[in-house]
């Protein structure tokens, strides 16, 4: 059995961020509308007035959040935030979804419809201050996340199934036109976060599956970890190591069968992740 790291249930935990310099765990409820952090010292929770549901780590204290209207700085201590970019602010039927920042110092963000609608989604890229779609007509786009040295990106989109791969140019955009990673379609797999460790290993948090699959840079399927609630969410390498593997899950669309489903556990690996990337501003 996989210890829990925290027993507070999310309506929709997800985007586990380990902070390198805190030595802290940050998660959200993107339904809940919270921010969560939680370390050795015990756990903490901020309520916001909006959905939230990606993070990236600037400084300690300091996190670049993805709401469902702008990218922001958000000081965990003066409970301040400052608006850094708009996103789909005027779209009322969307929010943000998925994100990790990249190597360069950028963030990768994904929206899509509150309703789930298909073909709502995109995936936009924040870096230098502005924000710049990179794709579109996606309709849960998920699995942002980076190779080792960035020579590539993944992402994908979990009502098609599929995780796909782009190579990257030297400032960090997409080279060339993606490619299909992996086609989870004929085992009827729902990929949902995903974080690549280091040497190059993508783990899928597989949706509804309650395991996180680890695949090899050439996309052959090589382990699983199963975990006490079917509604896996998404993962993120931490502790002082990044030898822990921290994974959250949703309370949303679970039976009573499912009784764990909302809380966030955490697993030691023999894999090591990635230091998260920080946030340049």
Not at 32 to 58: F, M, P, Q, Y
Not at 195 to 203: C, K, P, Q, R
Request: aromatic share 10%; hydrophobic share 40%; net charge negative.
């Amino acid at each position: 059995m996989h210890a829990i790291y925290s027993d507070t249930l999310c309506d929709l935990g997800e985007s586990p961020l380990w902070h390198p310099e805190e030595g802290a765990l940050y998660w959200v409820d993107i339904i809940g509308k919270k921010l969560l952090r939680r370390d050795t010292r015990g756990e903490r929770i901020w309520h916001w007035d909006r959905h939230i549901s990606a993070l990236g780590w600037v400084d300690a204290g300091k996190l670049l959040v993805a709401t469902e209207t702008d990218l922001v700085l958000f000081d965990t201590e003066t409970e301040t935030e400052t608006r850094l970019a708009e996103l789909e602010e005027t779209r009322a039927e969307t929010r943000s979804n998925d994100g990790r920042a990249d190597p360069w110092g950028g963030f990768w963000i994904s929206t899509m419809a509150k309703d789930k609608a298909a073909g709502a989604g995109a995936i936009y890229r924040f870096f230098g201050g502005e924000v710049r779609k990179l794709y579109d007509g996606m309709s849960i786009p998920n699995s942002i996340c980076f190779a080792p040295g960035g020579a590539y990106a993944y992402f994908g989109d979990s009502d098609a199934h599929v995780v796909r791969r782009v190579t990257l140019d030297e400032a960090g955009w997409p080279a060339r036109a993606p490619e299909t990673f992996l086609d989870l379609s004929p085992e009827g797999l729902r990929p949902d976060g995903a974080v690549v460790d280091s040497h190059g290993n993508l783990w899928s948090a597989q949706a509804g599956a309650g395991r996180v699959a680890c695949y090899t840079p050439e996309g052959r399927f090589m382990t699983a970890a199963g975990f006490a609630s079917g509604q896996t969410t998404c993962p993120a390498f931490g502790g002082a190591d990044l030898k822990t593997l921290f994974v959250t899950t949703a309370a949303e669309g679970a039976g009573a069968d499912d009784p764990l489903a909302g809380v966030t556990f955490a697993v030691p690996m023999g894999f090591s992740g990635q230091r998260a990337n920080r946030v340049v501003l």
